[in-house]
């Protein structure tokens, strides 16, 4: 999913999260960093989220089909594994998401399995991940 496949408001959205991911373990190493600043300039919304922005949760009503909600967890993961580790309140945060989104297990399993490889031998998201 690319940012011209979201709505602005899905990209801030995706951002804001990618922060709450970030400091989710009260910490942000500079991999994290590095990943979200990247993460806003690819979405088109650096500069333009108000700092009180972050500190609210965004709607996940934003994310009403399967893909999108695939490509939000998907970044959540990236950020979440920067630093080389999966923080037990980052996978609570991600668990919370996913339980909200009523995703299929299969698709959760195939999602856990895409993150967790070697960005460089991942296969397009959408190839590795099944949307039901």
Not at 38 to 53: F, R, S, T, Y
Not at 76 to 104: C, M, N, S, T, W
Not at 109 to 127: G, I, T, Y
Request: proline share 8%; with cysteine.
């Amino acid at each position: 999913m690319t940012p011209t496949d979201l709505t602005f408001d899905q990209c801030k959205a995706i951002a804001i999260f990618a922060f709450h991911m970030m400091v989710a373990d009260h910490k942000a190493v500079q991999a994290e960093v590095r990943r979200v600043d990247w993460l806003e300039k690819q979405l088109g919304v650096e500069g333009k989220i108000a700092p009180a922005e972050y500190f609210a949760e965004p709607d996940i009503a934003l994310f009403p089909d399967s893909r999108s909600r695939v490509a939000l967890l998907a970044e959540l993961y990236q950020v979440a594994l920067a630093d080389g580790y999966e923080h037990p309140d980052e996978h609570a945060l991600l668990k919370r998401l996913i339980k909200a989104f009523l995703l299929p297990s299969i698709t959760m399993s195939a999602l856990n399995d895409w993150a967790h490889r070697p960005a460089d031998s991942r296969p397009p998201l959408f190839e590795a991940v099944p949307l039901h």
